[in-house]
């Protein structure tokens, strides 16, 4: 089977059941809305949810009132 071109008309099941090499994912989050940073897993992620829901999902964790980052200890 040959693996389709990555569009929004794929749903997230068929995206994650081909290999798509990292600048392609990266190329549609830029194209598309979702943030284009970070590993491949973390693109995936975003492409996924937004081929299901056609949202974008928050890029980063919230950090939990009361916690520092490392450099400001």
Known sequence: MDRPA???QLDSRTF?????????PADFC?????????DKIDLTERIAHYLDT????????????????????
């Not at 830029?30 to 970070?38: D, I, S, W």
Request: hydrophobic share 10%; glycine share 10%; net charge positive.
């Open 30 to 38: 830029r194209e598309n809305g979702p943030p284009a940073f970070g």
């Open 16 to 24: 994650r059941s081909f290999y798509y090499p990292k600048d392609e």
């Open 54 to 73: 056609g949202k974008q999902r928050r890029s980063r964790p919230q950090r939990q009132k009361g916690t520092s980052c490392r450099r400001c200890q």
């Open 6 to 8: 990555l569009s929004r």
